[in-house]
């Protein structure tokens, strides 16, 4: 699937920003320079959904919304659509974070008024963007209703609302046409500058790698929309929720809190929503990598309202079938399975039948057992090797916390003699050079280890609420002299 090749893992949000959030702007277009100049092929970045409470990209109103506080702002203020004074609330003094709550209470004032000063302007492309993407107006809808319902969640509207009764439906869409239009025209803009910057990262050979979570949240149009597929009772409450079970990392497990599917109902729409979703993403992007990908095997749930994932059972879906079917309606299933934690037989055949690379995690190889598939030497070479993901410290973050006979081990196992570097930061490009050289047919660093930057640059910290998402890239450090030295790597280990 892969050319032997290397690639960055940042999500869009994480760019240099003047209005506080990475955006589809110029600053996107300035990261596929450095990408190109890198010598670097492939860009993985983080699900682009529109985020709930928390920010987390794996929590999202939609599996096919894009998030519009990624929308770039400043092509309307050079349109004359939108005064740059309207935009002096988003300015964010701290150039290394996202402010989530000044975007969530400032960005959509903004977004309204250049919806009004031009909602005439795109009216037959929206139309054409509607005929094209039959999932929008259920979205938008979910959305206009969830201003009105005072950000409640759907399960707590009107029942006839929340059960979609067709009077109370057509009722609410009479009601609240213009706001649906609304909601409509973010989609527009959202994706008219994506493919714009899409094809702009094709033209310089950087091809783009999405993620696809696999459960959808609960307060979703996902769920709203398609309750049938879910696991729900006839008050539309979840009967059981997703996670994995304890081992060495949780006592208690993880528990998500995501309603799991219900597999018989989706084999007997031939897993349409799922066909759908698949295709979508594979428009999207030149590649997708699927979260948690063992729950297409089999998927471990514990009953609503549990307090923890303890006393949970394993259940069988039928993701064989699934990828069956998508196969056959498309030669290129460029899928990358995230295959980490615990993994049975199944999987790993359900995997390989599939023809689809798995992950190798760099920080998960040192349990001192010498045939760890973590472990550089030990890579097959349909597969896509990480130092670390966005749920894992930095490099220097994990190398510092190690105690000093874990970090001699470490050195030991990837054959490194220590005395010849003089700080943390040639250990860390050492490590990704050993990395590189590897078999693995594509390696994805972060663009913090690449900056060598410590935990305070860490994405994500799982089973955690507040600090995560919001690290973003100071734009002084993506230098041509950082491009050089990545390239050089790209070209001596064969990458270029």
């Known amino acids: 699937m892969f050319k032997r090749s290397l690639g960055t893992l940042l999500p869009i949000s994480s760019l240099p920003a003047k209005y506080g959030i990475g955006t589809l702007g110029s600053e996107a277009y300035n990261f596929i320079d450095f990408l190109a100049k890198s010598g670097q092929k492939y860009w993985q970045v983080l699900p682009l959904g529109p985020v709930s409470y928390g920010d987390s990209p794996y929590s999202s109103f939609s599996s096919f919304a894009g998030n519009p506080c990624l929308i770039d702002l400043e ?84 029942f006839g609302i929340a059960g979609r009764r067709h009077e109370k439906i057509e009722e609410a869409k009479a009601l609240l046409s213009e706001e649906i239009e609304y909601w409509i025209f973010l989609q527009y803009i959202f994706y008219k500058q994506y493919f714009l910057l899409k094809k702009y990262a094709a033209e310089k050979g950087i091809h783009i790698i999405g993620d696809i979570p696999i459960y959808a949240a609960l307060d979703s149009a996902d769920v709203w929309c398609n309750p049938h597929i879910f696991m729900l009772d ?38 349409s929503w799922w066909i759908e979703r698949m295709e ?93 598939p973590y472990l550089p030497a030990n890579y097959e070479k349909n597969c896509v090797a990480y130092t670390g993901t966005h749920d894992n410290d930095t490099l220097k973050g994990w190398l510092e916390k190690l105690h000093e006979d874990s970090m001699d081990y470490v050195i030991k196992s990837l054959g490194i003699k220590w005395d010849e570097f003089s700080d943390t930061s040639n250990l860390i490009y050492e490590i990704i050079k050993i990395l590189c050289k590897s078999r693995a047919d594509l390696c994805i660093i972060p663009l913090q280890d690449f900056l060598c930057l410590g935990s305070e640059a860490r994405m994500n910290t799982p089973s955690t609420l507040g600090n995560n998402w919001t690290w973003r890239v100071k734009k002084e450090l993506l230098t041509d002299e950082l491009a050089e030295k990545i390239k050089l790597i790209a070209v001596k280990t064969g990458r270029y």
Do not use: C
Not at 84 to 104: C, G, I, N, S, T
């Open 75 to 158: 092509i309307f203020v050079n349109e004359g659509f939108v005064e740059e004074d309207d935009l002096r609330d988003l300015v964010h003094h701290d150039d290394e974070h996202v402010d989530y709550e000044k975007q969530f209470n400032k960005r959509y004032d903004v977004l309204r008024i250049i919806y009004e000063n031009t909602k005439t302007s795109y009216r037959d492309e929206i139309l054409e963007f509607k005929d094209n993407n039959k999932w929008v107006e259920d979205y938008a809808l979910f959305m206009s209703l969830k201003y009105k319902n005072r950000q409640l969640p759907w399960y707590e509207w009107d």
């Open 234 to 271: 006839e008050f539309f409450r979840p009967i059981l929720a997703a996670g994995v079970p304890p081992d060495s990392f949780s006592a208690e497990g993880q528990l998500w809190g995501n309603p799991v599917y219900n597999w018989e109902s989706l084999r007997k729409t031939n897993y």
């Open 280 to 372: 979508f993403s594979l428009k999207l992007f030149d590649a997708v990598r699927i979260d948690h990908f063992r729950g297409f095997d089999e998927f471990y749930a514990v009953s609503w309202g549990s307090l923890n994932a303890v006393n949970g059972r394993w259940m069988k879906s039928y993701g064989r079938e699934l990828f069956s079917v998508l196969s056959e309606r498309n030669k290129n299933l460029n899928v990358i399975a995230e295959d980490l934690g615990i993994i049975t037989e199944s999987v790993i055949k359900l995997k390989e039948d599939a023809s689809f690379p798995g992950m190798k995690v760099l920080q998960f190889a040192f349990d001192k057992n010498p045939m760890n």
